[in-house]
């Protein structure tokens, strides 16, 4: 959708994007707090999450969160929270003609909750059935292990379950009071601003919370697991694995570009060199690759199920592939597919007044950087060949790295598809 982005710093320390898009019918709203689990003793994890499920319940002016929710929601307007390691997010949609007062209710939500012993006795019940059901999710399960195998912040949703007893609703309270201040909020706000900017300004500096810090990213150091990671599950008739690359720094913005097109180069269609290879052969109905940054290093991994009879073979494309890389056989007009399949793609993820505020969201939430939108196209034609060698041979060089294993595994089989998959860090 075309937009305009503007960054604007706030009086009381918050600062965020307003991103105008002149015929847009609807409002979005993302704030957030840096108010993950990392800021909490382990025994405490759980209490980000809980914090952010009774947030969004009783406050000053609506006595039960029902209430409140109805509120909300009587135009059709939708609002939610996500918590991670290191944020939590609010959020809300509304049509554009309700915009102030839905954008008001997310405020008063923020500025003041009740935490109620009653709603947190409720929502305690419901996060238990949330971490239950996501406990189901092979790679989700496999994800943490693999996170905490290389030593960075995380717990699976069964040990979080177990940790869980350990929170109490002053716990939640405790949390709030340190990390919902305006020094560490930032917001990004999308739909048609126009004549709504000194409002909107208006609203957001006068929220009523404290003045605080903007907490730094943890200090995560990437280390190599003593052996690959092997999780048992009888249920399971095949293996979900990930592969893994770390890369002990940051990328380049022209190296995020490269690695752009070697995901789509290598997996994110039908022709690419891993999946059309692996699918002509009969071998995975599905493989996925990404890459994602942290604050002191950067990671490229592979991932999906196979049957254990089929793995070796997989795995022998995925070095073979990766091992034309390294050498540079790669054809000028495969480079050209990939840059025409990504700008395709980037065009299509801007479709809406959501996912164009959201690709804003994540890289500004990070590290404050605010990408231009109409200047991406530009840096994919501008990735070369020898942009995407030398990534994909850096991605490797700090041999950092090996395989995760979930469902129909045992230690013995773990290590010899690791040991196959040596030869990519060699």
């Known amino acids: 959708m075309k937009h305009t982005v503007e960054e604007i710093i706030l009086r009381n320390g918050a600062k965020g994007l307003l991103v105008h898009i002149p015929d847009a019918t609807v409002m979005d709203v993302y704030i957030n707090f840096r108010a993950g689990e990392y800021l909490v003793e382990r025994n405490k994890w759980e209490a980000p999450h809980l914090m952010e499920h009774v947030l969004l319940g009783a406050n000053d002016t609506y006595p039960r969160a029902r209430d409140f929710q109805a509120e909300v929601e009587k135009n059709g307007a939708y609002s939610n929270a996500s918590t991670d390691v290191y944020d939590i997010v609010y959020e809300t949609e509304c049509a554009d003609f309700e915009w102030e007062r839905v954008f008001n209710l997310l405020l008063l939500s923020i500025e003041h909750p009740l935490f109620l012993q009653e709603e947190f006795d409720a929502e305690f019940g419901n996060v238990r059935e949330e971490l239950s059901a996501r406990a189901n999710n092979h790679f989700r399960q496999l994800g943490a292990n693999t996170r905490k195998a290389y030593g960075l912040v995380a ?109 789509a180069i290598l997996t994110e269609t039908l022709y690419s060199k891993i999946l059309g290879t692996a699918r002509e052969r009969g071998l995975v109905y599905g493989m996925n690759s990404g890459y994602q940054q942290i604050k002191l290093s950067s990671n490229l991994w592979f991932g999906s199920q196979v049957s254990v009879a089929n793995a070796p073979a997989l795995f022998d494309i995925v070095i073979e592939q990766m091992g034309n890389l390294f050498r540079g ?58 942009s995407i060698v030398e990534v994909t041979r850096a991605m490797f060089a700090d041999n950092l790295g090996g395989i995760g294993i979930y469902g129909k595994c045992d230690p013995t089989l773990a290590k010899k598809l690791d040991d196959q998959l040596r030869v990519l860090w060699k």
């Open 329 to 386: 056989e790669l054809a000028e007009a495969d480079i050209a597919a990939a840059q025409a399949y990504s700008i395709g793609r980037y065009q299509r993820s801007a479709q809406t007044v959501a996912s164009t505020a959201q690709g804003y969201t994540g890289r500004y939430f990070f590290d404050e950087y605010v990408d231009d939108f109409y200047k991406i196209p530009e840096r994919i034609k501008a990735v070369t060949k020898q």
């Open 155 to 263: 717990e699976t949703d069964r040990e979080r379950l177990e940790l869980m007893d350990n929170v109490t609703l002053e716990d939640v309270r405790e949390h709030y009071r340190r990390t919902h201040t305006t020094d560490n909020m930032r917001f990004v706000v999308a739909g048609n601003i126009g004549k709504r900017k000194n409002t909107i300004v208006h609203m957001l500096e006068n929220i009523n919370l404290p003045n605080g810090e903007r907490f730094a990213m943890p200090d995560e150091v990437v280390k190599q697991p003593v052996q690959p990671v092997c999780i048992l599950n009888d249920s399971v008739d095949t293996i979900y694995f990930y592969i893994d690359a770390f890369m002990n720094r940051r990328l380049e913005e022209t190296e995020v570009d490269a690695l752009g097109l070697v995901n």
